[in-house]
C-alpha cells in the first residue's frame, strides 16, 4: 500500500473518530435533559404525595371533630 492510501485510511478513523465524538456528546446531553425531567417529575410527585397525605389527615381531624 502506499503512503497515500494509508493516510486516506488514517483520515477515515479520524473522520469517524469525530463523529462519534459527536454522537457521544449528543447523547450524554439528552441523558443529561432526561435525568433533569425524571427529577422534576419525581419532585412533582413528592410534593403531589405530601398534599395528598395532609388533605387527609385533615379530612380525618374533620371527621373526629364532628
Do not use: G
Not at 479520524?14 to 454522537?23: H, P, T
Not at 439528552?30 to 425524571?38: F, G, H
Amino acid at each position: 500500500m502506499a503512503k497515500a492510501e494509508y493516510q486516506e485510511i488514517i483520515n477515515e478513523y479520524k473522520e469517524q473518530v469525530r463523529v462519534l465524538k459527536e454522537q457521544v456528546s449528543e447523547l450524554t446531553e439528552a441523558c443529561k435533559l432526561k435525568d433533569a425531567a425524571l427529577k422534576r417529575a419525581l419532585q412533582k410527585l413528592e410534593y403531589t404525595t405530601d398534599d395528598l397525605d395532609k388533605m387527609q389527615e385533615k379530612e380525618k381531624k374533620d371527621e373526629t371533630d364532628s
